[in-house]
């Protein structure tokens, strides 16, 4: 994929569902009793594989105009799969969907792409097998394929090591199949979509500082939702509208859950001209994104915003290199088991175009301002990495090859389309 300089992007932009949302959406729709209705759905890779797996287990999905239906039959509708469920390159896939089939009355089978099967999967294994789960990676590596036999669980308080929302949600939806309230609490606040999705569609949850509890056996009954702009989608025209001289451009409707736009405020202390305009506070809140060319800044990045922008990473590297003096990001540990390795791919990839970038344990260190020029960029096959240098590519000097640049369809099919469509 060859990317070339734009100049004065001026333009109105919606950007594809929220991944996250659109997940859950699927998964809780297909638990609840009657047809729950999603618009605005992302028909991205990772969310057909969700799809796919509910499909396998019984469950009727079908796509409309005017958004997918998913024909839910409740808490203990699903059936046994007669394969292996694929969940293709989606660590959201395989870590919710574990906790619903640990308290199923049949077994299943879980494996996915060369990538799936490199990510940590113990972090889920543990807390489910203290509820009396059986779950095991089949490889003994900790690893997809995962074998689950399905129990009755027990109820469990589960203090997280990481701040993980997957893993939250993990316990969550497995608590909904135990024997009392589970609980999970986890050392800074995560993204808070299954809480939120999980009570509008009729569960008891509630959310304490970094708490989230959860009756079992609710009665989920469908519903219609409407999936906001993705945030994370957002970043990469925030940071090209920021970033290209002469530009302003309109990014409608994008959810603003504050457990997710940490890049928002990471943007206005890097100095951006950037408005929220059309705020609106209904279940996900959202906002319309005004963002004009400003003259970026270097910053901290650290602590309790770490989980707030997690996936935004890779992008606000790429944007701490055009700015002038130093970024410092640090408590990110977790970028190293993300799609690829993200602290060692982005440190690599950027020296590549010049930058003056250093990885450490659990980040890095970007002394911005430097000549930045194309480069052949591998993207590892991993949708951020190759997004990211996409829109580098768009302003640097010469051109920029992005090997395995097409994995952007995980999260954002058109977005190559999207990219160019300001000129
Ligand atoms: C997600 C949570 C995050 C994020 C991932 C989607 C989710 O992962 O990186 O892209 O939908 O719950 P962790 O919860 O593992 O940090």
Redesign the pocket.
Known sequence: MEIKKQTGLRGTLTVPGD??IS??AVMFGALAKGTTKISHFLEGADCLSTISCFRKMGIEIEHTKEGILVRGKGLHGLISPTETLDVGNS??TT??ISGILAGQDFSSRLDGDDSIRTRPMNRIITPLTLMGADITSQKGNGCAPLMIHGKNLHAIHYDSP????????CVLLAGMYGDGITSVTEPFL??N??EIMLNYFGAEITSENTTASIKPEPVLEAREITVPGDI?SAAYFIAAGLLTPDSEILLKNVGINPTRAGILKICRAMGADLTLLNEKHDGEPTADLLIRTSSLKGTVIEGADI?TL??EIPMLAVMAAFAEGTTVIRDAQ?LKV?ESDRIAVMVDNLKRMGADIEGTDDGMIIHGGKPLHGAVIDSHLDHRIAMSFAVAGTICEGTMDIRGGECVNISYPDFYKDLYSFV
């Open positions: 991944k996250s997940h859950r660590g959201t870590r919710l990481v701040a993980s929302a997957q893993v939250k949600s995560s993204r979509h299954t994370s989980p997690i996936d977790e993300k």
